[in-house]
């Protein structure tokens, strides 16, 4: 495929004897949007950290734009900057203001210039409203104002790929929204390509080019995002999504 940025071949997973993957085959597309759905204890978590050397993997292969990832840390540690990854928890520097954290990775990593990076950064925290708190230290953010810049400083390394990871699960209700809208806006504005964990449902449905449900380290379904909530072809995906209430 022409426009592949990534391929999952044959990949198992296992913590000591429990075998928590089995079997993953997949590729995603540019500009395609994936989400992980399934039930908590699924594996979705642990796949998307196979795909950052957060998690290693006992067989398969990952290729990523064409070359077979070979996985060693110094090979991890070039990829992350083209696999932007957000977590749930936030993992801001504390003793960091909000420029410094997202400066961090551009200048001292990637070795860009000081002046060049501060005024990107200007611009992505302009475009989430909180240029304002560029000066800021986390603990004067709250937590939806924390996951939003733990996205721009992801973005600011230039990814060519995000993994986003139930960013918006430890959120207040009221403050999920504006980080979905983030999310949107780099698949409508920006093109870019996602894996997305999220019982977000509705969020998934809007989003989702394709779903790739998971049971037990599984994968059970693999299709269109409009296709699986129009008619899940599984007793366990039409039980998962009765279970969120969709």
Not at 51 to 71: A, H, Q, S, W
Not at 161 to 170: G, K, N
Request: proline share 3%; glycine share 6%.
């Amino acid at each position: 495929m022409a426009n592949e940025v990534l391929k999952v071949e044959h990949l198992d997973k296992y913590y000591q004897k429990k075998h928590v993957l089995h079997d993953i085959n997949f590729t995603i597309s540019k500009g395609e949007v994936i989400t992980l759905l399934g039930p908590s204890g699924s594996g979705k978590s642990t796949l998307i950290r196979c795909l950052n050397g957060l998690e290693d993997f006992r067989n398969g292969e990952i290729t990523f734009e064409g070359k077979k990832v070979i996985p060693n840390e110094k090979n991890w540690q070039q990829l992350r900057q083209k696999i932007g990854m957000v977590f749930q928890s936030y993992d801001l520097f504390p003793n960091l203001t909000v420029l410094e954290n997202i400066l961090l990775g551009p200048t001292k990593v990637q070795k860009r210039n000081v002046d060049e990076v501060k005024q990107e950064v200007d611009k992505l925290l302009q475009k989430v409203d909180l240029l304002d708190y560029k000066d800021a230290y986390p603990r004067q953010l709250s937590g939806g104002q924390k996951q939003r810049i733990a996205i721009i400083r992801a973005l600011a390394l230039h990814p060519e790929f995000m993994l986003f990871d139930e960013v918006t699960a430890s959120l207040d209700p009221e403050m999920v929204r504006g980080v979905l809208n983030i999310i949107q806006d780099l698949a409508d504005e920006d093109n870019m390509t996602m894996i997305i964990v999220t019982h977000e449902m509705n969020f998934a449905q809007q989003i989702a080019d394709r779903v790739l449900f998971l049971k037990d380290g599984n994968i059970l379904e693999d299709t269109s995002g409009k296709e699986f909530f129009k008619n899940p072809k599984t007793d366990q995906a039409q039980e998962f999504l009765q279970s969120m209430n969709f």
